[in-house]
Structure formats: C-alpha cells, structure tokens
C-alpha cells in the first residue's frame, strides 16, 4: 500500500515558480509517479511522469517549463513548475502505479495510488 501526500501548492503571480512535492509511505522506488492536474470545468489531465527507471516524460504545453525528479531516499517525488502561466491554474494530483520499466502511462486509470492534491493558483 502505497499513501501519497502533495505539498508545495500556492498562489503566484503569473512568471514564476512552484515547486510541488509527492511524499509516499510505502515502498516507492519501483513505482512510477506521475502529476495530473484538473482546473475548474474541465477534465483531468496528465503533465508529467517519471519512471522507476527514471525517465521522464512531460506533456507539450509544459515542455521546458516544468521539471520533474525523484529522490527515493525520500520517497519523494518533486514538480518544479517554472514561468507560470494563468492557465496552469488547475488542482494538481500525484498518482503512482507500480511499474519495473520505463513506462509511465498518461491515462489516469492506471494508477493505483492517488495524493489529496493541491491547488496551485497562477494570477496574470
């Protein structure tokens, strides 16, 4: 069983930077992690993931804006968003699925695990 708690959310003003953290009880490493995020009024999406293996993937519109890494001795997975936008404005979620390969799905049913989110608010 695996538990996730997301921190790190906030308001900001539109150009600057959050940094979101993933923090799992249970054994972590061989999970891959992803962040999903839902803004008012629309459905759930995925912007980026991150193996067991360590490879990363990103959706386009956060593409060289967003980071994400992991550090298992803390079982933490982190999201540093940068140059924030107004439409980054949404609840952000982590999710894990056990996975021993580089794949991390997109499609949020694969997940086992989800966190509570957290809101992360850009202002223009």
């Known amino acids: 069983q695996v538990h996730l708690v997301e921190s790190g959310g906030g308001l900001v003003q539109s150009g600057g930077s959050l940094r979101l953290s993933c923090a799992a009880s249970g054994f972590y490493s061989s999970y891959a992690v992803a962040w999903f995020r839902q803004a008012p009024g629309k459905e759930r999406e995925f912007v980026v993931g991150?193996?067991?293996?360590?490879?990363?993937y990103y959706t386009d519109s956060v593409k060289g804006r967003f980071t994400i890494s992991r550090d298992n001795s803390k079982n933490t997975v982190y999201m540093q968003m940068s140059s924030l936008k107004p439409e980054d404005t949404a609840d952000y979620y982590c999710?894990?699925?056990?996975?021993?390969?580089?794949?991390?799905?997109?499609?949020?049913?694969?997940?086992?695990?989800w966190g509570q989110g957290t809101q992360v608010t850009v202002s223009s």
């Open positions: 991150i193996s067991g293996t360590g490879s990363t």
């Open positions: 999710a894990a699925a056990f996975s021993s390969s580089e794949y991390v799905a997109e499609f949020g049913g694969e997940y086992d695990y």
